[in-house]
């Protein structure tokens, strides 16, 4: 986790976290993991609290991976 001072999301000051995949891993599963994380961590949260996602990588995931089985299939 970093901090990012001067950094601002309506007004308040956030705490930025970054989840990266290793080389080799399945991306999806690690979006799903981490959606799924977030759903329960949001649980237990204190009113006035959130966690808020500013950039989700599934959709661009699942159309690179759309594409890689369209060659694949063409290619055969």
Known sequence: MHDLPGAMHRGIE???VACMGERGVDARQ???G???KLKDL????PAG???NV???RSDL???AVGTVEEALT???
Do not use: G, H, M, S
């Open 14 to 16: 956030p705490a930025v």
């Open 30 to 32: 690690i979006v799903d």
């Open 34 to 36: 981490v959606q799924a």
């Open 42 to 45: 949001r649980k237990t949260l």
């Open 49 to 51: 609290v959130a966690i």
């Open 54 to 56: 500013f950039y989700d």
């Open 61 to 63: 995931i699942e159309r």
């Open 74 to 76: 063409e290619a055969t």
